[in-house]
């Protein structure tokens, strides 16, 4: 019977949200379908598709073969040199960097950037009859996301030419650092010629991680923020949703047509959380499970590396940068249930109280049908606060493991 009235507000959704966003209406591709592109799209691209786009698919192979080599060398060093592996602390950080989250968030953010671009630019359709403050900084924001778009494509092209200039300036020089990296296969003819392309690798993987990271946490943190405004309309709509006449007395016909259109505004916001979701539920979660991880090797070459002051730094920085990726998924999640919850708080102060009994049903149904606008993947973890600090606790106890077994 409930979901029977609960109904009432959502019977009409088709003929009321007629102007929704049309992105709304995408299909999502599958990972076959991804993969299907990822193998033809550079040929496609290369032949007819665009001299910019052929480079962009370009450089993400280069990308992908350095990822190949690097988590080769690391597992050949895991399996044969246990007690000599970290040693090599900036080749084991960049191997578990590149295949634990950074290469399948820049394959979802790339197969699915022209639904990020249509988030983006529809965003504002949804805004209504917001306030012109509100709509003007919606819209920068909105701006904002569609210039950040760009570090998922352009700064991976000029870390390409970046690395082999450098390679090859060294290489003239006849200076080349020291990486000693055993590789599972024959050594190639020329050595130093092998070491000046492990160091393109470096260089270029290194680019492509910051640029790939940049371009996702803040899409993310931009298309959070813009929920969460929406959210705060969608509250302030609802705590004025009381209408009286001129008399002073209720005018219910209006307060009842403005309950429509709140319910109408907060379908709209239900499917651009879903579409959000859709896009980045799974990278987040592959981060947040392998982040407890990362987090654990990170820590401890800063505690035991011996090294140069430049490579603990280098250490300092990677591991405050991997403390703060799972920091920064769990606070947009937390965001988000914030102002969600907020916005069910403004329902409740709304006055519904003095309502006639119809009225005051159709909110007790509102509020009893809310749930709360958070991201989560597929409906089963929720991105929050206090996950954080299981990731904190998780690492902490791996850190603990590994130094007992020194």
């Known amino acids: 019977m409930a979901s029977k009235r609960r109904n009432i507000f959502y019977e009409n959704e088709k003929q009321e949200t007629c102007n929704l966003p049309s992105f709304c209406n995408y299909t999502m591709r599958g990972p076959s379908e991804q993969c299907r592109w990822l193998m033809f799209g550079t040929g496609i691209f290369l032949a007819g598709g665009g001299w910019r786009r052929g480079l962009s698919h370009l450089a993400w192979l280069l990308c992908l073969s350095s990822n190949c080599l690097l988590m080769s060398s690391c597992a050949y060093l895991l399996v044969t040199r246990p007690n000599s592996v970290f040693n090599h602390s900036s080749l084991v950080a960049l191997a578990f ?26 965003m504002d359709e949804v805004y209504l009859s917001s306030s012109g403050w509100q709509r003007a900084v919606l819209r920068r924001m909105a701006g904002a996301s569609r210039r950040v778009l760009m570090l998922v494509y352009w700064p991976i092209l000029v870390a390409v030419g970046v690395s082999f200039f450098i390679s090859v300036l060294r290489a003239a020089l006849g200076g080349y650092w020291e990486l000693d990296v055993p590789v599972p296969f024959p ?12 160091q393109v690798y470096a260089y270029l993987i290194y680019c492509f991680c910051v640029s790939s990271l940049l371009a996702k946490y803040s899409l993310l943190g931009l298309l959070t923020l813009q929920m969460c405004g929406l959210m705060k309309i969608l509250g302030r709509r609802l705590r004025l949703m009381k209408s009286v006449d ?50 654990c090797f990170a820590g401890y070459l800063c505690a035991k590396d011996r090294t140069s002051q430049i490579n603990k730094a280098s250490a300092v920085l990677t591991f405050i940068s991997i403390l703060l990726m799972p920091f920064l998924m769990c606070w947009c999640g937390s965001m988000t249930a914030t102002e969600s919850r907020r916005a069910q708080e ?33 409906g ?27």
């Open 187 to 198: 050594p190639l003819p020329d050595h130093n010629f092998y070491r000046c392309m492990v």
């Open 246 to 295: 001129t008399h002073g007395l209720l005018d219910v016909a209006a307060t009842r047509r403005k309950m429509k259109e709140c319910v109408i505004f907060h379908v709209k916001i239900i499917r651009l959380i879903k579409l959000l979701n859709s896009i980045f539920s799974l990278m987040l979660m592959l981060e947040f499970v392998s982040s407890s991880v990362q987090c």
């Open 97 to 122: 960097t590149a295949c634990l989250h950074i290469l399948p968030s820049y394959v979802n953010l790339l197969a699915r950037r022209a639904q990020i671009r249509a988030l983006v630019d529809r």
């Open 346 to 378: 403004c329902l409740y102060y709304s006055g519904w109280e003095e309502f006639p009994p119809t009225l005051r049903k159709d909110v007790i149904l509102m509020m009893t049908a809310w749930n709360d606008l958070v991201l989560s993947f597929k």
């Open 380 to 406: 089963i973890f929720v991105f929050k606060m206090e996950h954080y600090a299981s990731i904190l606790q998780a690492s902490y106890s791996y850190f603990t493991l590994i130094s007992s077994l020194e």
